[in-house]
Nanobody
Framework: QVQLVESGGGSVQAGGSLRLSCAASRYTYTYSAYCMGWFRQAPGKEREGVAIISSGGSTSYADSVKGRFTISKDNAKATLYLQMNSLKPEDTGMYFC????????????????????????WGQGTQVTVSS
């Protein structure tokens, strides 16, 4: 099945930036056919959606990161990215890359609303720590 490997996490001061990457391999279908997403989980909290990019290219973000984070993908490289700017301490957590096969026409907004359970494949996660 699809293998996802995240990288780019680290420790940064508030206001700083990080760029996460997620390399995909062993996928059955064309990479562009997958809905891709970034999720995060803080200590003691449930996993939550951060940003989604649909197979059609639409994007959606959690309200808490709108205007600060940008999700993108490079289909030729089968790689997903999350550019995180103006980081805040509350952004701290383990960030996971995920993939799903969803029917055509499903928007990123809809995919985000469906939650983590909709996504079939997951990476191991990369830690992001933001200090005040």
């Amino acid at each position: 099945q699809v293998q996802l490997v995240e990288s780019g996490g680290g420790s940064v001061q508030a206001g700083g930036s990080l760029r996460l990457s997620c390399a995909a391999s062993r996928y059955t279908y064309t990479y562009s056919a997958y809905c891709m997403g970034w999720f995060r989980q803080a200590p003691g909290k449930e996993r939550e959606g951060v940003a989604i990019i649909s197979s059609g290219g639409s994007t959606s973000y959690a309200d808490s990161v709108k205007g600060r984070f940008t999700i993108s993908k490079d289909n030729a490289k089968a790689t997903l990215y999350l550019q995180m700017n103006s980081l805040k301490p509350e952004d701290t957590g383990m960030y996971f890359c995920a993939a799903a096969r969803l029917p055509w026409g499903v928007t990123a907004i809809q995919a985000l609303a469906r939650g983590p359970g909709t996504f079939n494949y997951w990476g191991q996660g990369t830690q992001v720590t933001v200090s005040s």
